[in-house]
């Protein structure tokens, strides 16, 4: 394309073909460069797992998918990112301390605990579920109260919480992994 250009250009403007290369890959690089005012987007996600799904290294970790979000090189949206998990014996490496960047780490989370979540705390809610039931061990928090939180779902009131955080505008992604897996975390969202 390059010899193309320059045999339609004459000669004498070949240096302007070279400042237009400049340019494009200083807006591939960094837009902000040419256009100062234009800030990249903020998006502030939170992504929740269960189960034996975690934000570690490991075969069921979430780390890759993690480090594409945040080093895919482009320009005009950065993600400040919340991992939380439904377990509350989630250690730190499977709430991905390896991971740099991210906003906050939380163990045993509930959508029904405001320092958790309300619907006003985040612009998106990614769930990536495994389980088909809470009600074992590592599920302290829920076991607590069994009335409250039924074993194969999320509770009334969490429910109601994220239904007013979509009413609100903010986007939800929830997916299983096959067959009924998953089905405790995502299965009843609406």
Known sequence: ?????????PEDNHHLLEHLRL???LVR?????LVPWLQPCRVKVLLVTDGGLDFGMGDFGLSAFINCLQNDGRFYVKFDITLAHLRSDASNAELGSAIPGIVNRISGFRFDQPTHFTPSMYDQVWLFGIETNFHRTVYSHRNSNKAVYPFNRLSNQELINLSTFMRNGG???ATGD????????CGSVI
């Open 23 to 25: 340019r494009k890959d």
């Open 1 to 9: 394309m390059k010899n193309i250009l320059k045999d339609v250009v």
């Open 178 to 185: 096959h067959g009924s897996l998953g089905a405790a975390l």
């Open 171 to 173: 986007g939800i992604f």
């Open 29 to 33: 690089k960094d837009l902000s460069i």
